[in-house]
DNA sequence: TTAGAACATTCATATATCCTTATGTACCCC
DNA sequence: GGGGTACATAAGGATATATGAATGTTCTAA
């Protein structure tokens, strides 16, 4: 495995690892938007939402298009839907089993002694 | 999409999207290992590598099994070994397409006028 | 029960990230 | 050109994260 690797792989999940910017490829992930869709959308103000098309822009997870007086911005790569659904399905997994794990302890609660 | 969806997701993006829980997870993508292995496989510091597992592990990523002095440490759910992978890439993919890019730009360099 | 090996935790500090406010730039229409 | 809309960027202070050093804990073996 190459020395970069480990940590331009961690960029690019530092890239995905936030709320808002998971908020916008949420709603990009059916069609491009303008920045005021997106911010309509989201719910965060505008700055904030530039700020975070920015660093997608930067890491090459989304792309800009300006039309006129607007900037369309769309997901680059198709994989990083399926990256996000296969989290999610790890995610659900990783809560499910730690669910269970609590009504394992409350059904065979652990004897302290 | 549920209220806390994107909120967790990118716990457990932040969780995944740092170097050092990336070399873990490389290490122990094949086997188990023990603390002590975990420390030889990646270089870092037994004090660092117990604080990564600890945060690996409260996050349901990856689950401890003593065994006598040792503890083992192994990735509890198959699939983000996939979403790793997957992840790899977008990243290769991307990295790609911004040569690409850089190589247009230098061929087709942008008028300034 | 003491020594030592293997691992975990705490604390303090350095660094990075995030968000708000304010300001700047690009485009359109009049 | 002037004004308005859409978007980008900069500066700042608050919050979170990462790391090394020091200290605890758990187990084995003698």
Redesign the interface.
């Known amino acids: ?1 190459d020395q970069d ?6 960029e ?3 890239t ?4 808002k ?3 916008i490829l ?1 709603a990009l992930r059916t069609s491009e938007l303008s920045v005021s869709r997106i911010v309509e959308a989201t719910g965060m103000s505008q700055a904030n939402a530039s700020q975070h098309l920015s660093i997608l822009r930067s ?3 989304v792309k800009a298009r300006r039309e006129g007086n607007k900037v369309f911005y769309s997901i ?2 198709p ?2 839907i ?3 659904d ?6 659900q ?3 499910a ?2 669910s269970h794990m609590i009504d394992d302890v409350i059904e065979h609660p652990i004897d302290p002694t």
Chains 1, 2 share one sequence.
Do not use: P
């Open positions: 495995m690797f480990y940590c331009l792989h961690s690019m999940c530092k995905l690892a936030n709320e910017r998971q908020r949420g890491k090459g997870v680059t790569n994989k990083i399926q990256a996000f296969l989290i999610s399905e790890v995610m997994e990783v809560l089993d730690q």
